[in-house]
């Protein structure tokens, strides 16, 4: 009953959340550098993430496991988990519209509205920054950062980091614990150093 309730007051929730933009990336951008950067997401990101601009589009799409090769400790658990048949067969999902969940072996690929401001990267928050969530050799295994929200750096975009030999220290991530990784999404790899600048320009203007 409560839920029912609740579900009367959501029309005016959605509207709320349709009106947020996402915030404006502060820094200078250079424009020429990040219409070949718009060109390059269209060719490799697009079919995923979606378009931004004048022609907004989000797949909405599950990019399996085999493809997407990221740490698949999450969507091991989901699959093994009852939750998906418990809501499958409550009020939630017989209500009309129906919205059946089914669990997958892979990742939604999500929206990248004001990306720039999001780091860290991966489901996992594994990778510290744009530019090697773009270039995988360039991900640190142990990284450590400040608890410092400005100490952010805004030419990689991600957080500002010093690589370690192991996770002692505070505010440190460790790739190596299970669920962690940083492994995966290696489709950047494919892009020279002159387009993954190009892609980042690109991405600080969504």
């Avoid at 509205?113 to 920054?129: F, Q, R």
């Avoid at 929200?149 to 030419?155: A, I, L, Q, V």
């Amino acid at each position: 009953t409560k839920a029912r309730d609740i579900q009367q007051h959501f029309a005016d929730v959605l509207a709320w959340i349709n009106t947020i933009e996402p915030p404006t990336y502060p820094g200078e951008i250079d424009r020429a550098l990040a219409a070949e950067g718009e060109l390059l997401f269209a060719q490799h990101c697009e079919e995923c993430h979606g378009s931004y601009g004048e022609k907004e589009f989000y797949p909405n799409k599950i990019i399996p496991l085999p493809i997407i090769q990221t740490d698949s400790a999450y969507a091991i658990y989901n699959l093994k988990t009852p939750l998906f048949d418990w809501y499958n067969q409550s009020w939630f999902a017989q209500t009309d519209p129906p919205s059946m969940n089914q669990a997958s072996y892979g990742y939604m690929a999500p929206p990248l509205d004001g990306i720039w401001e999001t780091a860290p990267y991966l489901h996992k928050g594994s990778v510290p920054a744009l530019w090697s969530l773009l270039d995988s050799k360039a991900r640190p295994t142990y990284w450590q950062r400040t608890a410092d929200s400005e100490d952010y750096n805004m030419e990689k975009v991600g957080w500002n980091y010093t690589a370690r030999n192991n996770s002692r220290g505070k505010w440190t991530y460790d790739t190596t614990l299970p669920g962690s990784s940083h492994v995966g999404h290696y489709f950047g790899d494919t892009l020279s150093t002159k387009e993954r600048w190009a892609m980042i320009e690109y991405l600080k203007t969504l």
